[in-house]
């Protein structure tokens, strides 16, 4: 089964070039500027970045970052309607002609020119109308030039699937692993983009756009963005209409946006939520009150990431360098705060969280499902027999294999051929029978854990108004657990070992999506540049 490839992306029709801006740094702040200045037009954009992702998603690095593309007809007309508005002096707002990429698992309609497949073959050629959060980033202006691959069903379809896999999309590629994905590397190992939103935040990265739309249940767009070196943020639960989007659980799942600078994030999420965050971009610590955790205690379980001392040294001494910038910088800071880690919360010798996503997550992906005008499948059950019946395609087999430990980097000998024969997850979710009951009763013991003698306890104690840790931890997961916002921001890169890049998590209450975005502000000013994927700068430069 085939799908059909996107267009060419057409030639820059007008006087606009790369010269004029560089896709791997360039915000959309800037790129208004020149919008606003008549410096180039959307339709120049749109051309831009289509060319980006032509020249590395399928071709260059091979980063497998987008699924489809819009077709350029589609996005052209949109360009051209938006540059009229301009003209007129109708400008919708910060973001007004700027081009986005939206993940895959976020229903767009036949309108825009492509599918939405979760990164399933079964969703190929399904019928879907606009996700709500779809008709916001249009109403505020935006183009939305492609959908961006992710960890298949947003990772919740079968276990050891590593992140940023899909059938469709095959295996995300960060911009920044020296020599790429290690066949058997573990699921959030060190060569690996994280997930699911893993295309969404090397598009990025890689300059496929200035910003992208993500989904997160569990670190699904925190932890990729570490990876991809990015200011992002998921929203408080329930601060958005999830409607349209695959989901896992509604006491967890968010959206949220990716963007290179703090004042892009705002500007995202404003348009997301229909709000001015400007206010907050104040770029100091001078009266920001922030709790930090030992960085000692929180990191990934070797399960999932092998512990490599010298990338885990290099991590703490930039978090602890971070710590007294931010207090010599103004802030009032506590460190060492204590925060309940994930295998605290647990129920009768279980996961918690998997418990109540596993009980949740069937009936939210028949829901999902039948939101589609057209579809193969309607039911979990259908799924799973449509799985079954196109193996090759869906349940590729294959050899896993295990780092090259000498060199860190692919051995060309090995099988590359995924391993991921499972789909455990969806059918576990059909033998789950918890009563509504009992999952209230653990959505009530996780909340309690994780925000009142978790995060309310911290913040009522330490006066602090957003809590920073180490991103290579699960303290997303703790912040999902509560239902509370969290971002990311960059931190630094294991240049001592493959490249990889990693951040800071920042946690606030519900609502405060803005201190996130104040903290991230200061974040940007003082602390050294995010570096842009040397691999792609150094590419466009041998060229």
Known sequence: MDIEAPP???RIVSNASYGRIDPLTTTAEELQRLLTSRSLTSLDLINIYLGQIEQHNKNGLKLNAIISTAPHHIVAEQAKLLDAERARGNIRGPLHG????VKDNVMTGSSLGMDTTCGSYALVGAKAPNAPIVDHLLKAGMIIIAKANLSEWAGSKGFGMVTGWSAVGGQTQSPYVKGGYVPGDKILGHSTPCGSSSGSAVAVAAGFAPVALGTESDGSITQPAGRASLYVMKVTVGALDTKGTSPQSP????????????GDLANFIGAMMEQDYSSYLTKTWAGQRVAFVDPNKWELHPAVCERIETVREKQISEFLQAV???????AEVTE????PQVDEITWEGGDALETVWNSYLGSGINSFLNEYTESSVRTVEQLIQWNSAHKVLELPPGKRHHLNEKSHCKNPEVDNVPAFPGQQQLENTLKSNLTEEKRQEI?????????????????KETGAEVLIGPLDGRIVTVAAAA???AGTAPLGYADNYNGRAYGV????????EGKILQAMSAWEETMPRRIPPPQLVNYEASL
């Open 483 to 485: 239902g509370y916002p």
């Open 443 to 459: 959505v009530s013991f996780i909340r309690n854990i994780a925000k009142d003698d978790g995060f309310d306890r911290i913040f």
């Open 336 to 339: 060492n705060v204590v925060l």
């Open 505 to 512: 998590a920042v946690v606030a209450k519900a609502g405060d």
């Open 8 to 10: 060419t992306p057409e």
């Open 251 to 262: 006491i967890t799942d968010s959206l949220g946006g990716m963007a290179k600078s703090s």
């Open 324 to 330: 007294a910038i931010i207090r010599e910088s103004g």
């Open 98 to 101: 700027i081009p986005v990429v």
